[in-house]
């Protein structure tokens, strides 16, 4: 099996595997169609267990011919075709309106609290719900993609409504504003998550380990597409990139703001805050 590459200089990519997810990636012809089937059946006959095909499914590229999906799709048993608008909880294709794409968020957040009588709930158990809860819902999303700052302000105003109502339907006085909310219990807030300032956090994390693990399949991918001949920290834009690297992106833009550098004997510290770094033996990064 060949694999798939993302462009010529990137490593090829045979299998994905998340929990108990498996994505194989291969070239559509009979011969890798072939080299999978003889692999999963190898796996059926030593572990005794049986594939579902039924739940399998076959996603081919544009390019694609009809002759050949019926080839693949023949060789695998495998009958269903998808282009599915999600995988793992993340939508496959970021189109021009992002609220739109992830509008899904918010609607999971409402139907989570929607069910709650309030009048039924304390305090503790209104604050216990949104924070391990609603709040904990867009978080695998906002780890890969900018989910624009309206659609925060949205999912933070539908949290604040939530826990200032008490009866179902009705609308009470808001006695602090959504940003004290937000601000922890000893400056006299609630101690809400900022889910826009959560996102550029993500997002920043996501730079740093591209920073920190250079050797990554996850680095060695985006480095071959987005910033071939530079570092990690002197990538930009590109025509043609993908909403993914446009967000990682911005983390990266908030993650060059705060880097600790290190100058001569190690005794002074210097919070570098310009785009472009110092370069020279006399700098290097402190993890934090």
Not at 65 to 85: D, G, I
Not at 136 to 143: C, H, K, R, Y
Request: net charge positive; hydrophobic share 40%; with cysteine.
């Amino acid at each position: 099996i060949a694999g798939v590459k993302i462009c010529h200089a990137a490593p090829s990519v045979s299998h994905l595997l998340f929990a108990d997810d498996s994505l194989n990636l291969i070239r559509a012809n009979e011969g890798d169609a072939h080299h999978l089937q003889e692999i999963m059946d190898l796996y059926e006959r030593c572990s005794g267990q049986m594939i579902n095909k039924a739940k399998s499914a076959v996603l081919f590229s544009k390019n694609t011919k009809p002759p050949q999906k019926l080839e693949v799709c023949t060789t695998l048993q495998v009958n269903r075709e998808t282009m599915s608008e999600k995988y793992l909880g993340l939508p496959v294709h970021v189109g021009r309106s992002r609220g739109n794409t992830f509008a899904y968020l918010k609607d999971r957040i409402w139907n989570r609290i929607q069910g709650w009588k309030e009048k039924f709930l304390s305090l503790v158990g209104k604050e216990i719900l949104i924070k391990a809860v609603a709040q904990a819902i867009p978080t695998f999303a906002m780890g890969c993609f900018d989910i624009t700052k309206s659609l925060c302000d949205e999912i933070s105003s539908m949290v604040c409504r939530f826990w200032w109502n008490q009866q179902e339907g009705k609308r009470k006085i808001h006695w602090l504003s959504k940003d004290q909310m937000m601000k922890s219990k000893n400056e006299g807030g609630l101690g809400f998550r900022d889910i826009y300032a959560f996102n550029w956090a993500m997002l920043a994390k996501q730079g740093w380990r591209l920073w920190q693990n250079p050797d990554s399949l996850y680095a060695r991918i985006l480095k071959a597409k987005y910033f071939p001949n530079t570092s990690v920290l002197q990538a930009g834009p590109n025509g043609g990139m993908s909403y993914t690297w446009r967000s990682v992106l911005r983390g990266i833009e908030l993650m060059k703001r705060g880097i600790i550098w290190r100058v001569g004997n190690g005794r002074n510290l210097k919070i570098w805050s310009d785009p472009w770094l110092p370069r020279g033996d006399s700098w290097r990064p402190i993890t934090p």
